[in-house]
């Protein structure tokens, strides 16, 4: 099990130093959100500055971007990271899809199918120069050696989606190579959910589950002393309460135990009460959705946690604190360590 550090994208100038911290701290890789900043650019300057670091965006937002465009941006970057770099796509939402990039949003699970097929089918036409993919929603037929990026010394990025409901995690086990777990992804929502939707997506295309990657984000609350805790509580609280805000979530509460959270959340939301939002996430919500422990402890509650589930777990707030950094990554290295041999592997 591999272990990243994720991190919000941040100016170019600062990246570099950033990247070399995460790769000498011990993390397995860095993985890129995409919010105002892009997450390709990013990923670029990192892979110039810290070679060995597996590289990723989690996730990039796809539709306002041509499959072509993305396939072609991948492709540079892993070949700049020697083959390890692992594209992971995302739908967003309709409101930012629409009225921040101006795109369409009709369908968006069949329509991020397509697009992971057209992406994959741009990477065979870079190797043989034959493009030709036509799907529900895009069809590429043209390329020519100028416009192509050419082969490179390395296999084909992985292909990773965003996934929250059974339809899209099926989806995802039927054409990618990963899934992004929501960070409210607890380990009742992944038994329930993500691996037997990941399994039958993969059978119907005739594939291994084994062959999908499962990418888990993990806020942790990590400290030798109760106040330590506390106040890492409350930083989740607050980080839960924004995800929770989003009513294609709310089943995951709900099933869960917490009925009506998403709703509640969303009152206070709409009164522009972001305290009163984040009082909406109880201890108990916390205790199911958030691993705590103690530093001497986190990498056996981890591995006790998501071990045998998780190809990548993400620690969602590792970059929170500078002066916890490393202590962090001393964990990271300590769990992806565990399962290798003696060639590193």
């Not at 550090?5 to 397995?28: C, H, K, N, V």
């Not at 806020?219 to 924004?242: P, Q």
């Not at 989003?246 to 917490?258: C, H, K, R």
């Amino acid at each position: 099990m591999d272990v990243d550090a994720m991190t919000t994208p941040q100016p170019l100038g600062q990246i570099g130093e950033l990247a070399r911290r995460t790769e000498q701290a011990g993390f397995s890789g860095l993985l890129f959100t995409e919010t105002g900043r892009t997450a390709y650019l990013n990923a670029a300057v990192a892979s110039q500055a810290a070679p060995a670091l597996q590289l990723s965006t989690g996730v990039a937002v796809a539709f306002p971007r041509s499959p072509f465009v993305t396939a072609a941006t991948a492709w540079e970057l892993q070949e700049a990271t020697g083959g390890k770099f692992r594209l992971g796509l995302g739908t967003q939402v309709r409101t930012h899809v629409v009225r921040r990039y101006g795109v369409e949003f009709e369908r968006p699970g069949p329509r991020l199918r397509d697009y992971v097929r057209a992406v994959k089918a741009c990477f065979a036409a870079f190797r043989t120069g034959k493009l030709d993919h036509r799907g529900e929603f895009y069809d590429l037929d043209f390329i020519t050696p100028q416009w192509s990026a050419g082969p490179i010394d390395a296999p084909d990025p992985k292909v990773d989606v965003a996934a929250v409901n059974p339809w899209m995690l099926r989806m995802a086990g039927q054409v990618a190579d990963g899934v992004h777990v929501h960070p409210l992804g607890e380990p009742g929502y992944i038994s329930r959910h993500v691996v037997p939707n990941i399994a039958a997506g993969a059978q119907k295309a005739g594939r291994s589950p084994e062959d999908v990657a499962v990418i888990v984000p993990v806020m942790t609350i990590v400290g030798d002393t109760d106040e330590e805790r506390a106040r890492e509580r409350e930083l989740v609280r607050a980080s839960m309460s924004f995800y929770g805000s989003t009513p294609n979530y709310a089943f995951i509460w709900d099933e869960a135990g917490f009925e009506g959270t998403t709703a509640r959340i969303r009152e206070k939301q709409k009164a522009g009460d972001i305290k009163g939002m984040a009082a909406q996430i109880t201890d108990e919500h916390i205790a199911t959705f958030a691993t705590e422990s103690t530093w001497d402890d986190l990498a056996d509650t981890l591995v006790a946690k998501y071990g045998g589930v998780a190809t990548r777990v993400v620690l969602y707030n590792a970059l929170a604190d500078r002066e916890r950094f490393e202590r962090y990554g001393a964990v990271a290295q300590r769990i992806s360590g565990s399962g290798r041999g003696a060639d590193g592997r």
